[in-house]
T-cell receptor, first 116, second 120 residues
């Protein structure tokens, strides 16, 4: 069975500061990993995905994440926070089955607040 | 490309009443998902369709929830009778992937804006 754990349900940083959102995964097979963002009253939007091509993945809006197999982690970072980054962020995992309509399992989410 | 459409956006009902949510996926997307997102939690998969067949409904409370995708396009999720704990946002998502086909790479879902249900 696969699962993800997001450490910290709420993270608050100052505008311009480093953003670090933590995600650890559990999977018995090689995983695909995702970060989705949800703005208020909107659906989830894909930020970035890890598909085993490269361990450092760059996404939209200046975010990136690094896959570390030894630590079973996929933490999301952004060097300089912007007010518009305030949202809920979800880490997710699916397996690398060849028949790739696999379901995606989401973590519980981290709410990111940005202080002026 | 039009996104995933969902309606209604908001619904308030009394417990034991019924409610239905509608989803129109991205044109051509074979796979459709319904997720339940309770406040403060991540989305939980309720049911996954491929065309008009069910791939996974293991977490669907079948005594009160039902879903269909009769023509392999639009889908309806129904709750009858509703309970207080059904208060949540119901998210529909779609994907172009088809299980069993030889396609590599991650399965990326496109989500609708969701339908927020409040049960009083």
């Amino acid at each position: 069975a696969q699962s993800v754990t997001q450490l910290g349900s709420h993270v608050s940083v100052s505008e311009g500061a480093l953003v670090l959102l933590r995600c650890n995964y559990s999977s018995s097979v090689p995983p695909y990993l995702f970060w989705y963002v949800q703005y208020p009253n909107q659906g989830l939007q894909l930020l970035l995905k890890y598909t085993s091509a490269a361990t450092l993945v760059k996404g939209i809006n200046g975010f990136e994440a690094e896959f570390k197999k030894s630590e079973t982690s996929f933490h999301l970072t952004k060097p300089s926070a912007h007010m518009s980054d305030a949202a809920e962020y979800f880490c997710a995992v699916s397996d690398q089955k060849y028949s790739s309509a696999s379901k995606i399992i989401f973590g519980s989410g981290t709410r990111l607040s940005i202080r002026p | 490309e039009a996104g995933v459409a969902q309606s209604p956006r908001y619904k308030i009902i009394e417990k034991r009443q019924s409610v239905a949510f509608w989803c129109n996926p991205i044109s051509g997307h074979a796979t459709l998902y319904w997720y339940q997102q309770i406040l403060g939690q991540g989305p939980k998969l309720l049911i996954q369709f491929q065309n008009n067949g069910v791939v996974d409904d293991s977490q669907l409370p079948k005594d009160r929830f039902s879903a269909e995708r009769l023509k392999g396009v639009d889908s309806t999720l129904k709750i009858q009778p509703a309970k207080l704990e059904d208060s949540a946002v119901y998210l529909c998502a779609s994907s172009s992937r088809v299980q069993g086909t030889a396609v590599s790479g991650a399965n990326v879902l496109t989500f609708g804006a969701g339908s927020r249900l409040t049960v009083l």
